[in-house]
């Protein structure tokens, strides 16, 4: 009864919040005439409010160097060269925040000069903001009122029912074939090389070369949209990175030989055990991330210092030391993988326990043992399989399976957390506001400061980056889990282990503010791509005929709608996964409720904050 | 090995070795060899910061078909070469602008960005040597800065005497049969204030205004050109001018920024009123030394550099705009003779009608 009344309380609240008519707007339309100045990389103007209906004539004037203005969903673009204005006008007539950007190659922080038009009432936004609040009292509404059952162990036993891919023998046969992962390998090192050779040798123009277009607007996005979220480590089965240095440690390709590996074939020292590496590795790329998304030869540089590490890594330690230890990229695509619905399992662990010798592990005839030093009849989740397949080929009992199960199984499994990952969890769920902030915000300053040019600039940054990573949204989230422990009363758990286990809450969100994220730049630039790989090299190519299309955005005016989406989705998704991890430690349902409400909160701030970034 | 392994560790060694020297052979082999009678010459245009040109000299012999592959690789260039009217307009980065001319003129050329890309836009300059093979050492030495020994250019010029109001060419036009013009030789090497002072000084004038007499002087500084010539020169004035003098003339363009001494504001009546079209003349093509000016010489043609000058004297005597659209219709009946000029602005809205009639 109970439960049917709140149902329809939030569903008449929601439906009221967004299919209310718009209230009406009083007055008479306004004309704003303004001047819109433009330096790299900003506009003043950095923020334009309007009112609906409103008439809205800029005048560009670029200050320093030929820029254009490009407002999304209006459709219109102006081009001002310095010394002569160009004049842009419409009539604001749809609600929203709308960015207006740049449209002409003007340095190195081009793409993401913005500034920001919002024509009032911006009602998208309120129904975001509305909506996540809603989603996040309505979970835990309906948490409270359901009251799962808490499973007697989340960790081991199946979360739910999972689907066997490995029985259809067709996909059997392929994962069975040696040539499986080299083949992609050796498509993606195709790409790979080009976009080293393009970095290295092709115009320092970004929005016209391969390296930058190709890795950080079509790769980024096709591993945070399609792949990560759906296959987890899938990337990590072709990347190309570690191919050459595995190849010559393994003296072939395909063939399976018996011979000592070409390597010095030390083992990996306990003590650097860990994602640490990998965590400082992503803030070294990340305090740098405005230089190396922006300048090719910079990202040619990385890429093939990369491919160098991991060749060397190969030459002195066994296996795959690199991808384990050392790929800023491993790190969190490993982390996010716990989400993903697909998994390589055993499946059977009785079968393992009576079988001594252990070739997925040592290796055989058929294979090499598993390269990411990972025991694979204790594998629980996902975080450090790369899913390389060769334990399919090397299990002589035919006991391991790639399975179809549940999003989010992993995040239940309580072996194998650790502070370490709780970082991850934080540095990325930070980067992709502190990103969001810099490259997607109308603030000037703040593109000034991360491109900074001099030493104590660059210092002073990423000093602040840091801290913000490290101390400031550890600290906030801390003291969330601090209120949580408080609030609920759980005895016998640390709040060490507390602040741990409720960081994998945060894994579903931090997965879904960087797709949100990834939405804004691949609509708005996924155009290059087209007359990229015509002129890879930014040489006067034109290989397919389309090196003239020209920069278009494409539908900028639904990326809102899907970011909207995506956020809620996580809000929701991770405030499940905080009820069920709060189960894990709590004595009984009163206490995993009282617990959940601060991080649930935690949650809805972020939230919110990123729609304020968006939309707002 | 089995059939398989060497392939791919064929297919890996294409990837990793025969793709990148293909790549680098076809671009600097291959393609060079396709290009026909054409010289192809790649000039890479960065901001002058970052280096210019690159080459900053390019030379060619007479009679070669010259293909100019210009890429830019940080924000919007120009490229023109002077004397040859050859300007590509705006080079796209990451964009390669090609521009093939034959160079039938042997001499030596700067060609310039004519976008502002850069406090030190000015900077950026080349120099193409057209060398005529039959005389290779004659190549002809264009006018150097020295040439321009003439009118003292440098010591200020302010005006004794300047007009208040924007005077009127139009009206000028209408007075001009009522006075008396003194003589005044060649009004290049004459001020506007000191045409003001001559026809002040003239008793058939003692009954006009100021702003009449003002009137008169516009009319006989628009005698002293062509509509043709104020388009060339408001052309070339927004290619090149712009970026410290500004659209409307005012010394505000980007460049003024940079400078220390404030570009000339060509609005200023009391500045502009002092100097003849000889010393304006002379300032664009030696450049004004001491100051941000830079020189044109090399790059106008003297008619080119006339045309600017003369398109100048509208911030003073009257928006070009308001010459548009002139008309002027002439009625000739028993010796009577009428003449109707309407005037009109870019709107199209009349902005004059002057009616005169005479004896012929």
């Keep these: ?616 | 090995m089995n059939k398989q392994e060497l392939l791919v560790r064929c297919a890996a060694l294409l990837i990793t070795v025969g793709f990148p020297v293909s790549v680098f052979a076809y671009q600097h082999v291959y393609l060079p060899g396709t290009h026909g009678e054409a010289k192809v010459i790649d000039l890479v245009a960065r901001a002058p910061e970052a280096g210019g040109w690159s080459p900053e000299i390019i030379t060619v012999n007479k009679g070669d078909t010259v293909r100019l592959r210009i890429i830019g690789q940080d924000v919007v260039h120009g490229f023109a070469i002077g004397r040859l009217g050859i300007d590509v307009g705006p080079i796209i980065p990451g964009e390669v602008a090609t521009v093939e001319f034959v160079a039938d003129q042997a001499g030596r050329f700067t060609y310039y960005c004519n976008v502002w890309c850069d406090p030190y836009h000015y900077r950026m300059r080349g120099t193409l040597e057209v060398v005529d093979p039959a005389a290779p050492d004659a190549l002809l030495m264009t006018e150097e800065r020295s040439d321009f020994a003439g009118p003292d250019i440098d010591s200020p010029h302010e005006a004794e005497f300047y007009p208040v109001n924007p005077p009127s060419a139009v009206r000028g036009q209408a007075l001009a049969d009522r006075v008396e013009l003194p003589s005044l030789g060649n009004l290049r090497s004459q001020s506007p204030s000191a045409v003001f002072q001559a026809i002040r000084e003239q008793d058939s004038a003692a009954s006009l205004s100021d702003e009449e007499v003002w009137d008169l002087v516009a009319y006989l500084w628009s005698t002293a050109t062509t509509p043709e010539r104020l388009a060339t020169g408001e052309a070339l004035y927004a290619r090149n001018c712009v970026g410290c003098h500004g659209e409307a003339g005012r010394g505000d363009g980007p460049g003024s920024r940079h400078l220390e001494e404030p570009p000339t504001d060509f609005t200023d009546a009391r500045t502009m009123a002092g100097g003849s079209s000889e010393i304006y003349y002379a300032k664009i093509r030696r450049g004004g030394m001491g100051t941000g000016m830079p020189y044109w010489g090399t790059i106008f043609t003297e008619e080119e550099t006339w045309s600017i000058v003369d398109y100048l004297w509208t911030f003073l005597f009257g928006e070009p705009t308001e010459m548009e659209g002139l008309a002027t219709l002439e009625f000739t009946k028993d010796n009577r003779k009428a003449q109707v000029m309407i005037t009109c602005d870019q709107d199209k809205q009349i902005t004059n009608v002057i009616i005169t009639t005479g004896q012929e």
């Design chain 1, 1 to 616: 009864m109970l439960n049917k009344g709140i149902l329809v309380l939030f569903v008449g609240l929601f439906a009221v919040l967004l299919f209310a008519p718009p209230p009406l707007h009083a007055g008479q339309p306004a004309e704003h005439r303004l001047t819109l100045e433009a330096r790299r990389f900003a506009f003043e103007p950095g923020v334009i409010q309007v009112n609906q209906g409103d008439r809205v004539v800029l005048e560009l004037e670029s200050v320093d160097v030929t820029h254009g203005v490009y407002v999304d969903g209006y459709g219109v673009e102006a081009v001002s060269e310095p010394g002569h204005k160009a004049r842009l006008e419409f009539v604001a007539d749809r609600v929203g925040k709308f960015k207006y950007r740049c449209s002409m190659a003007c340095g190195s922080l081009h793409p993401f000069m913005v500034g920001e038009l919002v024509v009032r009432p911006n009602l998208p936004y309120w129904q975001g903001v509305a909506l996540a609040l809603l989603a996040t009292v309505g979970s835990v509404a309906y948490l409270w009122k359901r009251s799962l059952p808490t499973p007697a162990n989340p960790g081991l036993q199946a979360v739910g029912r999972r689907i066997e891919l490995t029985r259809i023998p067709l996909l059997k046969r392929l994962l069975l074939w040696r040539g499986f992962q080299p083949v992609l390998m050796l498509i993606t090192l195709f790409g790979f090389v080009l976009a080293v050779m393009t970095g290295l040798f092709g115009t320092p123009v970004g929005s016209k070369n391969f390296a930058i277009i190709f890795v950080w607007i079509v790769w980024w996005a096709l591993l945070k949209i399609v792949l990560v979220p759906l296959a987890g480590r899938l990337w990590c089965t072709m990347c190309p990175i570690p191919a050459p240095g595995e190849w010559l440690q393994r003296r072939g390709i395909l063939v399976k030989r018996g011979d000592r590996p070409l390597s010095l074939a030390r083992k990996w020292p306990r003590k650097l055990d860990g994602v640490w590496l990998q965590n400082a590795g992503l803030l070294a790329v990340t305090i740098f991330s405005p230089i190396i998304l922006t300048v090719p030869s910079v990202t040619g540089m990385v890429l093939l210092t990369f491919i160098v590490m991991a060749v060397v890594l190969s030459l002195v330690f066994e296996r795959r030391v690199f991808c384990r230890y050392f790929c800023p990229v491993g790190g969190f695509v490993g982390l996010y993988s716990l989400v993903s619905p697909l998994e390589l399992r055993v499946k059977d662990a009785g079968v393992c326990r009576h079988h001594r010798e252990k070739e997925c592990y040592l290796g055989s005839a058929e294979g090499y043992g598993c390269p990411w030093l990972i025991k694979p009849w204790r594998l629980q989740r996902n975080a450090h399989c790369g899913l390389c397949t060769e334990c399919l080929k090397t299990c002589p009992k035919d006991n391991v399976a790639v399975n179809l199960r549940p999003f989010g199984s992993d995040l239940f499994v309580q072996a194998g957390r650790g502070l370490g990952e709780a970082y991850t969890a934080l540095i990325m769920l930070t980067c992709a506001l502190l990103y969001s902030a810099i490259f997607l915000g109308p603030w000037g300053w703040l593109k000034d400061w991360a491109a900074a040019a001099s030493i104590s600039g660059r210092v002073l940054y990423a000093g602040a980056f840091l801290a913000v990573n490290l101390i400031v949204v550890p600290g906030l989230f801390g003291l969330a889990v601090a209120l949580s422990k408080g609030l609920s009363g759980v005895r016998g758990v640390s709040l060490k282990q507390l602040f741990i286990n409720h960081s994998y809450a945060l894994v579903p969100m931090g997965l879904s503010l960087w797709v949100a994220f990834s939405f804004s730049f691949l609509f708005v630039n996924g155009s290059y791509a087209l007359s990229v790989i015509s002129d890879p090299f930014g040489w006067g190519w034109d290989l397919f005929g389309t090196r003239a299309y020209p920069w278009t955005p494409y539908l900028p005016q639904v990326v809102p709608y899907l970011q909207v989406t995506t956020l809620v989705a996580g809000l929701v998704f991770s405030i499940y996964v905080a009820y069920r991890i709060g189960q894990g430690h709590s004595a009984d349902e009163g206490q995993t409720m009282r617990g959940l409400i601060p991080i649930a909160a935690f949650l809805a701030v972020v939230t919110v904050a990123f729609l304020r970034l968006y939309l707002g």
